[in-house]
């Protein structure tokens, strides 16, 4: 193995074991509450280590979710089928739901918005029902929309799941109407 291969895979282990660190911390801490001090040495790395791969915490789990979000939002941008992007979208939800239960727990819910908030965008932009809305009027839109899908999917997984998927399901429905 060459050397510049070895270096990187201790640099993918290094932004695992810190990724890994930070996710246990936040099973009983706030993200606000945490220090860089603190994951690094639940980690097992310096604090070199973490800023040579990291620029914050939070930076942290934008890489551990940005593919997540971006795996189904590509999956459902190919779909004909506006039911089967719900559907999707839908299950994507179910999927996370514990990450999202801690997101609320540890106060990090609004990093996972503004990640979804950036790839619903695209999934949107199909959907206006106004082709000649440009500008502001697009944005103002789009921004509207995301928070009200967002917020009525986080507003269920706060609320122990107590609706059937159906039921939310027909919610997010509506707005598309």
């Not at 928070?147 to 269920?156: D, H, K, N, P, S």
Request: hydrophobic fraction near 45%; avoid cysteine.
């Amino acid at each position: 193995m060459a050397a510049t291969d070895h270096a990187q895979l201790i640099k993918k282990d290094t932004k695992e074991w810190i990724t890994i660190a930070l996710l246990e911390l936040l099973q009983s801490k706030k993200l606000s509450k945490l220090t860089v001090s603190e994951v690094v040495k639940k980690a097992g790395v310096s604090r070199m280590a973490f800023y040579r791969n990291f620029e914050s915490l939070e930076q942290v789990l934008e890489v551990y979710y940005e593919p997540k979000f971006a795996d189904i939002f590509n999956k459902i941008a190919f779909k004909i089928s506006h039911e089967q992007k719900i559907k999707d979208l839908t299950e994507f939800f179910l999927a996370l739901s514990k990450d999202f239960q801690m997101a609320i727990a540890a106060d990090y819910i609004g990093l996972l918005y503004q990640i979804f908030k950036h790839h619903i965008t695209q999934f949107y932009d199909e959907l206006v029902p106004f082709p000649d809305w440009t500008g502001a009027r697009r944005n103002y839109w789009i921004h509207f929309m995301s928070a009200g899908v967002f917020e009525i999917w986080v507003t269920w997984i706060k609320n122990g799941q107590k609706e059937s998927i159906a039921e939310i399901s027909a919610l997010i429905r509506l707005f598309h109407k």
